[in-house]
């Protein structure tokens, strides 16, 4: 079955930097476009990032463009959110997804950010 297991959150600075990881399971990976999603305390969850499923393609919310990168490394079955120049307002639960039939969602990994 799909597994998506996040990893990487924790507590940083303003203007510190973290990278989170997402190791899927049970789908061939690299057949597929991944995601990562956000959801702050009493908010939607959004859309952050997207990569292509051979990583050619990618977009970024408006929110996070030139902060965040997103990449994937098929060989490892890895997705990546490389978050940089981090702010209080991107404190959030993020969330890896795969849309296959239906939406999976890996457990989440927490990210605080404050002085």
């Known amino acids: 079955q799909v597994q998506l297991v996040e990893s990487g959150g924790g507590l940083v600075q303003p203007g510190g930097s973290l990278r989170l990881s997402c190791a899927a399971s049970?789908?061939?990976?690299?057949?597929?476009?991944m995601n990562w999603y956000r959801q702050a305390p009493g908010k939607a969850r959004e859309l952050v990032a997207r990569?292509?499923?051979?990583?050619?393609?990618?977009s970024h919310a408006d929110s996070v463009k030139g902060r965040f990168t997103i990449s994937r490394d098929n060989a490892k079955n890895t997705v990546y959110l490389q978050m940089n120049s981090l702010k209080p307002e991107d404190t959030a639960v993020y969330y890896c997804?795969?849309?296959?039939?239906?939406?999976?969602w890996g457990q989440g990994t927490q990210v605080t950010v404050s002085s």
């Open positions: 997804n795969l849309r296959l039939l239906r939406n999976y």
């Open positions: 049970g789908f061939t990976f690299s057949s597929y476009a």
């Open positions: 990569i292509s499923r051979e990583g050619g393609s990618t």
